[in-house]
């Protein structure tokens, strides 16, 4: 099992930049592939970015592809979501998910993410 708390969530500006953070603690954290997700009000959760086991390989979301960076780091049992020119159709809570996976892949559908944090609220003003 894996438990995931996320941080670094807050208001901002439209332009500005954020950096989430996902802290994990359980299993061995090397064993999951990792993503983010997020769900604005009155809408269904969507998918976000996704990273594989060894974080070479990544996957965007349409809309935040140039603008967001997803990253990990192993030793330190964390993700992290760079948020650059934030815009406020942005404005959502963001939760991350881990699923253990047997090569280095990644994930994108969030039905398959066994793991989840409690999420981080980001608001994006104009």
């Not at 802290?23 to 592939?33: D, K, P, Q």
């Not at 969507?46 to 780091?73: C, H, P, W």
């Not at 979501?81 to 404005?91: I, V």
């Amino acid at each position: 099992q894996v438990q995931l708390v996320e941080s670094g969530g807050g208001l901002v500006q439209a332009g500005d930049s954020l950096r989430l953070s996902c802290a994990a603690s359980g299993r061995t954290f090397s064993w999951y592939a990792l993503g983010w997700f997020r769900q604005a009000p009155g809408k269904e959760r969507e998918f976000v970015a996704a990273i594989s086991r060894s974080g070479l390989t990544t996957d965007y979301t349409e809309s935040v592809k140039g603008r967001f960076t997803i990253s990990r780091d192993n030793a330190k049992n964390t993700v992290h979501l760079q948020m650059n020119s934030l815009k406020p159709e942005d404005t959502a809570i963001y939760y991350c998910a881990a699923q253990s996976v047997t090569g280095d892949s990644y994930v994108v559908p969030g039905n398959i993410y066994a793991y989840w944090g409690q999420g981080t609220q980001v608001t994006v003003s104009s």
